[in-house]
């Protein structure tokens, strides 16, 4: 029974992913980023609870990301699939409203090809080369239930969802190296770029109390990874 429980786990996050998705089509982004938050749980333990276990499958492995695709790229899709339905659209574009919301289906490819290159790359053992889909999941179901006023009103239209949604897409696959937040010791020296970023998360959560502090976590990933990037921090 023991061998099958990192699997059962890998099940619950799929199944996470499947309500989420539903909920998203019904316009319940609360409920669906509450899935997406909890499928994200259920993909950390699988992990661990194989790791502990000492059990590795190539059928766990596939399984996991299959329960990804729906959880990490279906799911955040069909809430921009929802969210394109509540947008504005200037004049020019209003001929193409019934078929843009089809296009946030471009990030649940990206996603799954970003998957696809996780489990061949060696190099993101200690790191991520390329935006993880989980945080890009929570980046968007987290913006979405934080911001949706915003996002509906005519400050900001589905040229700049469309947009935005393209530039993730690109992150999900690009040669970006980011941080994993995984401590070998509590050293300040080897660990300053993951001390800073949990004190800027402390900060952002302090500012916004709602879903909005885990969508600018999410941006802040980015940020602070590009810059130690470039600075050469490791």
Known sequence: MLLNFPNALTCCNLICGCMATGAAFHGHFGWALLMIILGAVFDFFDGMAARALGISSPIGKELDS???????????????????????????????????????FIMAAFSALRLAKF????????????????????????????????????????????????????????????????FKNLSWQDNRVKYIFLAGCIVLLLMFMDATAIACIILWYIALSLLSWKLGWH
């Open 66 to 104: 299959l329960a990804d695709v729906v959880t990490f790229g279906v799911a955040p899709s069909a809430m921009l699939f929802q969210l394109f339905g509540l947008m504005q659209y200037p004049e020019w574009l209003q001929p193409l409203m019934p078929y843009m919301p089809y296009t946030a």
């Open 119 to 182: 489990n061949l790359d060696e190099r993101q053992t200690t790191s991520f080369i390329g935006l993880p889909t989980p945080a890009n999941a929570l980046f968007w179901g987290a913006l979405i239930v934080g911001q949706l006023p915003f996002l509906a009103s005519p400050r900001f239209n589905a040229v700049f969802l469309f947009l935005f949604m393209l530039m993730f897409s690109f992150f999900l696959i690009a040669e970006i190296p980011l941080f994993a937040l995984k």
